[in-house]
């Protein structure tokens, strides 16, 4: 019983599979928008409307990244070791929310610089500002206090 107990821990492949295919369908994606947008800005006269794009094309690698970096991260946790860089090698799960919430907290700033461009309404640029920011320190607080709360353990 103990080893089929031991040996469920491979079910988290599924996940990492999971993961890898939805990363790499994110790059492939930001490469088709890459091409798309590099063909626009050299044809285009509007350079304004690219600042946008080139926004969203960063937003959308970035969420290929966390893909990429939280299917490595479970395999690891779950399955064994990789030969990664030592940045990215997780060894508790700990490790892994507050690499996720650094990169939301990031991704949040993205979507807030995205709408600096393109809402036009003051009061509104205002509530996303307040929400972006409610969400990025509420991340921060958490990442800070799971970082005691694993020093406590």
Known sequence: MKTLLERTRYITLIAVVTLIVLSIATFVRGAISTVS??????????????????????????????????????????CGELALPAWLTIHDLRALKRKLADVVSLIIAIKFL????????????????????????????????????????
């Open 37 to 78: 947008l590099v063909i626009g800005i050299l044809s285009g006269p509007d350079v304004s409307a690219s600042v946008v794009e080139t926004i969203k094309l960063v937003d959308l690698i970035l969420l290929g990244t966390v893909l990429l970096v939280f299917a490595l991260g479970l395999y690891e946790l779950f």
């Open 114 to 153: 995205e709408a600096l461009v393109e809402i036009k309404n003051t009061q509104d640029l205002l509530f996303k500002g307040l929400a972006s920011a409610a969400m990025i320190l509420a991340l921060a607080v958490f990442s800070k206090r799971s970082d005691k709360v694993g020093e406590a353990h």
